[in-house]
């Protein structure tokens, strides 16, 4: 009954995340802003589903550390992503 | 022979029954699979000199009632974890029914209500980088919403038999199921803003 409460809880939250980030859209906040907002949020509720509905609070330390691997791994690969950008002749960095 | 061992009883090294383990490492296959396509997202927006705001191609309130479906979906996915673990497999049989029809609610207004009127319009992959990225990650996405479907109905259906047997392994298997299906509605929570809104 309390986990059922409980899982009702972060529907809502979830729900009222997204009117939140279409709310956000309508502030003309500059893009920039916008997608470090809008992913900002996406983040929070991503952690609320993983947190709660995947139930990773009580998962085992294998899956943390599996996850936390792939986390690592992603970061590198955006990474890569960036730092290869440096790598292009202003003139070539824009595509039409 | 003997039958596949740990699908209930936890392994002593990893403290996990197998499928759990085995999940986990697939989705974690699968943040890399998708994020390779957010990277690839990444480039080609820094790298193109215009880049359309997705608001003024896509309906923002179709988004937003899809956004709505998936997670009400993943409520009722849970609900119905919950209803096996307390042993009623009729309020199991409902929250999984309604998980499949949420899910296919999804899929119609994605096909009906948004590829076929843009490709009314003459809007495939090819129009332009954004349309390229635009359809390959949405549909990559309702090719995982459909194989959630396929695998949710087969455990509202036939699989469901296996709860008279061996009642732990299939609590077991409608967890399993249920990662799948949150992790499905998470990359969503992530098109979503990315795609609709910026």
């Given amino acids: 009954m309390k986990d059922s409460k409980k899982y009702v809880g972060v529907g809502l939250a979830l729900l009222l995340l997204t009117a939140m980030t279409v709310t956000v859209r309508r502030l003309h906040l500059g893009i920039a802003l916008a997608i470090f ?3 900002l949020i996406a983040t929070f509720k991503g952690s609320l589903v993983a947190s709660f509905f995947m139930h990773l609070l009580s998962e085992r330390k294998i899956i943390h550390i599996l996850l936390l691997s792939t986390l690592f791994l992603f970061i590198v690969m955006m990474g890569l ?3 290869g950008r440096l790598n292009v002749y202003e003139g070539l960095r824009h595509v039409p | 022979m003997d039958a596949i061992p ?10 996990l029954y197998n499928a759990r383990l085995g999940i986990w490492l697939f989705l974690a296959s699968e943040v890399m699979l998708f994020g390779a396509l957010f990277a690839t997202y990444v480039i080609l927006r820094l790298g193109a000199l215009h880049w359309p705001l997705g608001a003024s191609l896509l309906s923002i309130p179709l988004g937003t009632f899809n956004t709505v479906v998936l997670i009400s979906s993943s409520v009722t996915m849970v609900f119905a974890w919950v209803s096996l673990k307390e042993k009623n497999l009729g309020k199991y049989k409902m929250y999984m029914g309604f998980t499949i029809i ?10 009906f209500l948004e590829y076929i009127p843009k490709f009314e319009h003459h809007l495939y992959p090819g129009k332009s980088t954004f349309w390229a990225i ?3 990650l949405t549909g990559l996405h309702a090719l ?3 194989g959630g479907i396929g695998v949710n109905t087969y455990f509202w259906g036939p699989g469901a038999n296996m709860w008279q047997s061996e009642p732990e392994r299939f609590t ?10 949150h992790f499905v509605d998470l990359v969503w929570i992530f098109l ?6 910026l």
């Fill in chain 2, 144 to 146: 995982h919403v459909l």
């Fill in chain 2, 172 to 181: 077991n298997r409608i967890e399993i199921a249920g990662l799948y299906w």
């Fill in chain 2, 6 to 15: 740990y699908t209930v009883k936890a392994r002593e090294d990893t403290g």
């Fill in chain 2, 102 to 111: 949420l899910a296919v609610l999804f899929i119609v207004v994605k096909l």
């Fill in chain 2, 192 to 197: 979503f803003p990315i795609l609709y809104l």
């Fill in chain 1, 81 to 83: 992503v960036l730092v």
């Fill in chain 2, 134 to 136: 635009y359809f390959t």
């Fill in chain 1, 37 to 39: 907002i809008a992913l």
